[in-house]
């Protein structure tokens, strides 16, 4: 509007930016945003956040940590919950236990044949793995809901460091296949780990042809975790874990959390975590927000006034989402200055460059951490 002023002033050499014939429209537009009041802060979207590098860096030990302790148990786990789904008989004290959970109305109650709950786990060496992931609650000794939300929990760990060695979108990690670690040998490196999934952000279909993502050696011990926690999940539904591309690697351990749609039809239904990783501050600690990631953040992207968000408030445990993974591998990597930005977008599945250097932006700011 400066510059038409200039022009209609006289003035010579003047850039014209809007052709005559849409000045009516233009200035009609400027006009209406100029008397639109301000967008409020609760209406306003911020880009996602930077994970600080203390919290990142917790979250992934913190993960691994949990892994390695619960990953001695999944086999005495796997056999726990296979007697659990045959005998009706099983994890009964008494013969209101065994009609909430029977199935088969030819058999009957037969005190000398219930298996107490304690009894249960001794006979799968599973006492120790209750004393030290506890299972009773205030009103239910020996809850076997608590026991699959410890898996529950595994099993978010194991999305958690998948998001954080791949940057793969929350739909990419939620639909892999069981089968979805591979070695693909590169001249030079060797044989490279690489996960396989599948994308609905590129072709014309809801999700692309077999993709790949390259990742770090650390998800070979994590991958394995995950599988077992599939089969067991296969178990509690009554499906049978194909160990294939036709099974999912993250199935729903309880149906009553399950997603309604389940992508790419896999016959068991995966779990609802849309958004947030589920109770991260449960298996990670030492995420709560402290005067250094505030500084921090606020050196990465001065603009934005993260102390007036609530979610960021000082001592409030990090709101962990899959895409802040996403985000903090971009930039990151692009800090180092070992990942060019081709092959960031290549790995991404971005079409353009310049969403990658979106993910990227103000990477200069932010902490090495590689």
Not at 67 to 82: G, H, M, R, V
């Amino acid at each position: 509007m400066q510059l038409h002023s200039l022009k209609q002033s006289g003035y010579k050499d003047v850039p014209t930016i809007i052709s005559k014939d849409n000045y009516e429209h233009f200035f009609k537009l400027a006009r209406n945003i100029k008397q639109k009041k301000s967008v409020s802060y609760e209406d306003r979207v911020e880009r996602t956040p930077l994970i600080p590098t203390r919290i990142l860096s917790n979250l992934i030990v913190g993960s691994m940590e949990h892994i390695t302790a619960i990953e001695p148990y999944l086999d005495k786990l796997t056999e726990f919950f296979q007697e659990h789904q045959l005998n009706p008989h099983f994890w009964c004290k008494t013969k209101t236990d065994f009609k909430r959970r029977k199935k088969s109305p030819n058999i009957l109650w037969n005190k000398n044949k219930a298996i107490h709950p304690q009894d249960a786990l001794a006979k799968h060496g599973l006492l120790t793995f209750v004393d030290r992931f506890p299972i009773n609650t205030p009103n239910v000794e020996y809850n076997i809901g608590s026991l699959v939300r410890h898996l529950t929990t595994a099993q978010s760990a194991a999305r958690l460091l998948c998001h954080a060695f791949t940057g793969m979108r929350h739909h990419e990690i939620n639909i892999a296949p069981f089968n979805t670690l591979e070695k693909i040998h590169i001249k030079g490196l060797g044989d490279v780990p690489f996960l396989r999934s599948y994308t609905s952000k590129i072709g014309q279909d809801n999700y692309s042809k077999p993709t790949y993502w390259v990742t770090s050696p650390e998800l070979e011990t994590v991958i394995p975790v995950a599988q077992k926690i599939a089969e067991i999940a296969g178990i509690r539904s009554s499906i049978n874990c194909s160990k294939d591309a036709d099974f999912p690697l993250f199935p729903s351990l309880s149906a009553s959390q399950s997603d309604t749609e389940n992508h790419i039809h896999y016959e068991i239904p995966l779990p609802d975590t849309s958004h947030r990783l589920v109770a991260t501050a449960s298996f990670v600690s030492h995420i709560a927000i402290t005067e250094e990631d505030l500084n921090e953040l606020e050196v990465f992207d001065m603009f934005r006034d993260w102390r007036s968000e609530k979610e960021f408030s000082l001592g409030s445990n990090w709101p962990t989402a899959p895409h802040q993974f996403r985000r903090s591998l971009a930039v990151y990597s692009a800090r180092s200055g070992l990942v060019s930005l081709p092959s960031l977008s290549t790995h991404y599945k971005h079409m353009t460059l310049a969403m990658t250097a979106l993910y990227a932006e103000n990477s200069a700011f932010a902490v090495n951490m590689l």
